[in-house]
């Protein structure tokens, strides 16, 4: 079994967008306890597949894993260790804030570890590359939105059947990176 419901988010965000294929490299931000990583794992079949979060991930077959920050250098520097020279085919981020209750505030700190995801995303995305975020929806997704856009094909927001219908979660999905990898600060 999966070592998370949001497994089946990925799944279908996978149907919906074609993101994970054979012998793809794969990160994973905010992956623990690891549901994604089951998936993207056997999407990936003998690819590569690199987890990262705040708290430690249990074990995998065929995944690596980075316990970092990822509001932090450092985690950036550990993945593009594990990776290897390799870039990446995808990068996921289902990282999401603990919530506070106050929803501006939720939304705010959301959007940041997004555009964190993002940042990493610049940094290690292959041209023909995609990327996924969540993020809770409010006022600031529309530059977070604009600013993806500038760098893939295409970007779309996607709200998983399995994600709760309560929520206000949803996931940007950004097809086929334009431009080659750029280093923090470029
Ligand atoms: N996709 C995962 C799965 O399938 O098991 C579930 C991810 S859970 C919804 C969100 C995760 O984001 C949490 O494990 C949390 O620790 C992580 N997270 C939040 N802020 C983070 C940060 N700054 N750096 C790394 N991980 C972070």
Known sequence: G???????KLKQLNETAGLVGPGDTVVDLGA????????????????????????????LDGVETVRGDMTDEEAR???REA???????????????????????????????ARMAFE????????GGDFVAKVFDGPD?????RDVEREFDYVREVRPEASRKESSELYLVAKRRLTAPVRAGD
Not at 2 to 8: I, L, Q, V
Not at 32 to 59: N, Y
Not at 87 to 111: F, K, T
Request: proline share 5%; net charge negative; charged share 25%.
């Open 2 to 8: 999966y070592r998370s419901r949001a497994a089946y």
């Open 32 to 59: 623990a306890p690891g549901g994604w990583l089951q998936v993207a794992a056997e999407l990936a079949g003998d690819g590569t597949v690199v987890g990262v979060d705040l708290q430690r991930i249990r074990p």
């Open 77 to 79: 520097e550990r993945i």
């Open 83 to 113: 990776l290897d020279g390799r870039e990446a085919d995808v990068v996921l981020s289902d990282m999401a804030p603990n919530v506070s209750g106050e929803y501006s505030l939720d939304h705010a700190r959301s959007v940041h570890l």
């Open 120 to 127: 990493t995303a610049r940094e290690l995305l292959a041209p």
């Open 141 to 145: 997704v529309r530059d977070l939105r």
